[in-house]
């Protein structure tokens, strides 16, 4: 059975930093791309990172690029998302994804239950 | 690439058969997943490529269309299918997702 379980979510100042991880099992981790989607309070679903199955490939919603880093490890079967400068619009639950990208099949297939992230003062 | 999808919002009965639709900015060819919310969930894949169903979905969820217009329905709306639907294009970076359909019972 296929499992994603993200941890590290919480309440952070404006300008603070957080590291969310995502433990992965029940599939081959390192044949997949992973990503990150985020859903502030009340509103919809935004992407934020995904990365190639090497960590070779990295990409990112703009308003995120130079703030956020996604990086993963193989051996641990985990994806993590470094935040820096976090702001007040960073405040949502993040989910991590499963990204399969093969052939027609491009999907977000698999979520974990998301972790909320909550930057204020 | 934006996405817009209409309506926002719908109210519909049991049995009802339901039709949303996703249009896109520019041509997405077929690279368009749509997933289903039930709230305080985590969204859940219905369909890849435009119309192909994810393994373990109801046969009443379909999807059709390619390049810039895209629809799902649901054939014969159930009690479990009150959700929000979310269209989303993987054609290219940054990857983006509609505004969401809210589907309530009438």
């Known amino acids: 059975e296929v499992q994603l379980v993200e941890s590290g979510g919480g309440l952070v100042q404006p300008g603070g930093s957080l590291r969310l991880s995502c433990a992965a099992s029940g599939f081959t981790f390192s044949t997949y791309w992973m990503g990150w989607v985020r859903q502030a309070p009340g509103k919809g679903l935004e992407w934020v990172a995904n990365?190639?199955?090497?960590?070779?490939?990295?990409q990112y919603v703009d308003s995120v690029k130079g703030r956020f880093t996604i990086s993963r490890d193989n051996a641990e079967n985990s994806v993590s998302l470094h935040m820096n400068s976090l702001r007040a619009e960073d405040t949502a639950v993040y989910y991590c994804?499963?990204?399969?990208?093969?052939?027609?099949?491009?999907?977000?297939?698999?979520w974990g239950q998301g972790t909320l992230v909550t930057v204020s003062s | 690439i934006q996405l817009t999808q209409s309506p926002s919002s719908l109210s519909a009965s049991v049995g009802d058969r339901v039709t949303i639709t996703c249009r896109a900015s520019?041509?997405?060819?077929?690279?368009l997943a749509w997933y289903q919310q039930r709230p305080g969930k985590a969204p859940k894949l219905l369909i890849y490529?435009?119309?192909t169903l994810q393994s373990g979905v109801p046969s009443r969820f379909s999807g059709s269309g390619s390049g810039t217009d895209f629809t799902l329905t649901i054939s014969s709306l159930q009690p479990e299918d009150f959700a929000t639907y979310y269209c989303q294009q993987l054609n290219s970076y940054p990857l983006t997702f509609g505004g969401g359909t809210k589907v309530e019972i009438k």
């Open positions: 990365i190639k199955q090497d960590g070779s490939e990295k």
């Open positions: 490529a435009a119309s």
């Open positions: 520019q041509g997405i060819t077929i690279f």
């Open positions: 994804v499963r990204a399969p990208a093969t052939g027609a099949k491009r999907d977000f297939d698999y």
